[in-house]
């Protein structure tokens, strides 16, 4: 028997890369796919034929029969949704049983009063910011934040074990309640008090829907792997969004690079022996924060237009602007990434000239290849650009990489020159089949 290869799917830049249709095309050579952080900010679609679909909260290779799906203790998840979520892939045919999904009974669950303050906390700080700088994260409002801090805080969190006994889960939810519905009226929410008896109720029947599913996903991931399954971890949201290593405080609550992955399954490193860095062939980002290259002229509404960049998960606008190179060269360098897919490559088609950024200019003078993971001072980074010769003609139909225009192949080739990185994958469309895959061209 071969070893297997056990890969990782990250995003370089700041989510919404297309990492849904590099893990459903991966899936094909994997047994086990792992979500190890984030929970329904995340939204990852995959299009097979004219099926759409948008995933939050499953892991994308649930769509392929026979695998292994398991959302990781490093997870938080929103039950509510998840059920929902789970109904509606059902509803188009697809089974979801104890066998094909598996959730860590140490995931932290996302409560109401979760979303509740984080969508308060936003209107709290985006009011105090008017004509002052901003303090709103322009978070997707599904309570990230909040669920996290509960698991550091740790006396308040909730696990998805604890949805399996009522009777302790009322104990808990009754003193629970009682500080929530105290914070929640100084964020100035204009609700009844939280009610135990109705939380626990209603938590306790989504703990009994899911309680086939609901195991101890350390041991299940470590017995899995000493058995010769190959291993596919998904990131959600992306290296730039990390709490840790992204654009602070711009950024969601875990760590969604690759160092997420021990953490958030109980596997210890190195986890992936491939690590699939993706980036978009220009740049988006949903939310506030800084963007060094983004363009707020014609060239950003083009770019949205034709890559129709509107958020999978609340449907917002999606920032756009041209590629980042310093910031994808450090993604790349924490996430260790081994090679690079360069998804929608598509939506550039038809600009006379493309812009790269591969280093940043300083208010003192001085220029720098290095990213600045620190929301202050990366606003005052000012690209220096690059410009390339664009193509005319569209490229979605092409099927063989060395048949791309030659200005494509060539920004392609700089982009590798940049990164030092080979891209192993180029999309031109959404759909699994508009892959380009293979090295050189
Ligand atoms: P994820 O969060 O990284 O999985 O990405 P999203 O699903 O949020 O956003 C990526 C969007 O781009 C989705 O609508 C995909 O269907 C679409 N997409 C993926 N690859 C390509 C591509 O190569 N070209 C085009 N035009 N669209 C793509
Ligand atoms: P996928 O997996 C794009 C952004 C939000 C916000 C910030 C914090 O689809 O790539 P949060 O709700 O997590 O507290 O929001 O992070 N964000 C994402 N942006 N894609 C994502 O996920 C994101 N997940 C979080 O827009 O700016
Ligand atoms: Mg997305």
Known sequence: MSTPRHTAVVGLQWGDEGKGKVVDLLTAKHDVIVRYNGGANAGHTVVIGDEKYALHLLPSGILSGGRTCVIGNGVVVDPEKLLQEIEGIRERGIAITPDNLLISDRAHVVMPYHKEHDAALERVLSSAAEGGPGLSIGTTKRGIGPTYADKIHRSLAIRMGELRDEDHLLERLKVICAIRSRELTALGVDAPPLDPHELAGRFAAYGQQLREHITDTVYALHDLRNEGRSLLFEGANACLLDIDHGTFPYVTSSN???????????????????????????????????????????????????????????????????LDLVAVRYSAMICGATSIACMLLDVLSGF???????????????????????????????????????????????????????????????????LGIPIHLVSVGPERTQTLEGTRC
Do not use: H, Q
């Open 352 to 418: 006379d000239e493309l812009k790269i950024c591969s280093s940043y200019r300083l208010p003192d003078g001085s220029i720098t290849d290095r990213f600045i993971p620190d929301a202050r001072r990366l606003l005052d980074a000012e690209p220096i650009w690059e410009t390339l010769p664009g193509w005319a003609d569209e490229i979605d139909a092409i099927e063989d990489r060395a048949d791309l225009p030659p200005e494509a192949i060539r920004y392609l080739d700089r982009i590798e020159e940049i």
């Open 256 to 322: 969604c690079s690759t160092l997420g992955i021990p953490a958030g399954t109980g596997l210890s490193a190195p986890c992936a022996d491939d690590v699939v860095g993706i980036m978009k062939a220009y740049t988006t980002r949903v939310g506030a924060g800084p963007f060094p290259t983004e363009d707020n002229g014609a060239d950003g509404e083009r770019i949205r237009e034709r890559g129709n960049e509107y958020g999978t998960t609340t449907g917002r606008p999606r920032r756009c602007g041209w």
